[in-house]
Nanobody
């Protein structure tokens, strides 16, 4: 059974940093493209970043480019999202998901196997 579990969320001041981790069980992340999504209150879920099995050309939403970095550790079966220079508009529930393909321009295609999410709140 495929299972993804997010961790690392919390409350941080604007300009601060958080590192989210997505632990993967049930399949080897080496064979899956993985993405991070977020959902702010009253808004639709949106793709933030994704990484392919080759780790080449990861996708980033325009508003997080230069601030967020996605990485994967296949030995630890995890995909991390390092978030720096956080802004209040980064607030939301962050989810990871496995998908068919991480496209460098449009993000994770056909995401499935969602985790339960982790709350990120950026506020002073």
């Amino acid at each position: 059974q495929v299972q993804l579990v997010e961790s690392g969320g919390g409350l941080v001041q604007p300009g601060g940093s958080l590192r989210l981790s997505c632990a993967v069980a049930g399949f080897s992340p080496h064979y899956k493209d993985i993405g991070w999504f977020r959902q702010a209150p009253g808004k639709e879920r949106e793709g933030v970043s994704c990484i392919s099995t080759s780790e080449r050309n990861p996708y980033y939403k325009d508003s997080v480019k230069g601030r967020f970095t996605i990485s994967r550790d296949n030995a630890k079966k995890s995909v991390d999202l390092q978030m720096n220079s956080l802004k209040p508009e980064d607030t939301g529930v962050y989810y990871c998901a496995a998908g068919v393909q991480c496209h460098w321009r449009i993000g994770l295609i056909r995401p499935s196997s969602w985790g339960q999410g982790t709350q990120v709140t950026v506020s002073s």
